[in-house]
């Protein structure tokens, strides 16, 4: 069973400060890795996508992924109150695949004012 | 252009009736996936479809759900004879050829 964890928070961070939102994977078969921001009652939005291990960054926002610990994790830098919402991370094959996504349950984060 | 459409936003049964979701995926994708979301989890994946081939149906929960996208581009979740734990968000993603998918804004289902 291909499983994507995810501690399910509250997270609080104060604003301005990092907020580091964490997930593990199980499937070792699994090569591309999906942040999604999910506001009360909306629809999932994708934040950013990783397929290399290392770190990318998208202005306040960092992927890192470390495919030996099957680890993957998004930095928010300079947090907002706007970036109060949950964050599902989900798991895939190739980027070059069509393939299904496994999302983990969602990480609630909450900025402080 | 559009995003992924689906109707009906808000849709309420009794118990044991049937019930359909519809999807309209953003032109030109060729991927089309259903993920069903109960309230504080995350979404999970119960069928998924390329062009108008159904490719994995692992996830639907039961025989009572069915799914079909005829032409490839529009889709139709069927749920028949609904329950209680049906009662969740159906949401709708589609995707041009592989990577990111992008999703509808969800039908809440609610089983009476």
């Known amino acids: 069973q291909k499983e994507v964890e995810q501690n399910s928070g509250p997270l609080s961070v104060p604003e301005g400060a990092i907020a580091s939102l964490n997930c593990t994977y199980s499937?070792?078969?699994?090569?591309?890795f999906f942040w999604y921001r999910q506001y009360s009652g909306k629809s999932p939005e994708l934040i950013m996508f990783?397929?290399?291990?290392g770190d990318k960054e998208d202005g306040r926002f960092t992927a890192q992924l470390n495919k030996a610990s099957q680890y993957v994790s998004l930095l928010i830098r300079d947090s907002q109150p706007s970036d109060s919402a949950t964050y599902l991370c989900?798991?895939?094959?190739?980027?070059?695949?069509?393939?299904?996504?496994?999302f983990g349950k969602g990480t609630r984060l909450h900025i402080l004012p | 252009g559009a995003g992924v459409s689906q109707s009906p936003r808000y849709k309420v049964a009794k118990r044991g009736q049937d019930v359909a979701l519809r999807c309209d995926p953003i032109?030109?994708?060729?991927?089309l996936f259903w993920y069903q979301q109960a309230l504080g989890q995350g979404p999970e994946f119960l069928t998924y479809?390329?062009?108008?081939?159904?490719?994995?149906k692992s996830g639907l929960p039961s025989d009572r759900f069915f799914a079909e996208r005829p032409e490839g581009s529009v889709s139709t979740l069927k749920i028949q004879r609904t329950q209680q734990e049906d009662s969740a968000v159906y949401l709708c993603?589609?995707?041009?050829?592989?990577?990111?998918?992008?999703f509808g804004p969800g039908t809440r289902l609610t089983v009476l």
């Open positions: 993603a589609s995707r041009k050829n592989s990577g990111t998918q992008y």
């Open positions: 499937d070792r078969g699994s090569q591309s």
């Open positions: 990783i397929y290399s291990n």
């Open positions: 989900a798991g895939g094959g190739s980027m070059n695949r069509d393939d299904k996504i496994i």
């Open positions: 032109s030109g994708h060729v991927s």
């Open positions: 479809f390329q062009n108008e081939a159904q490719l994995d």
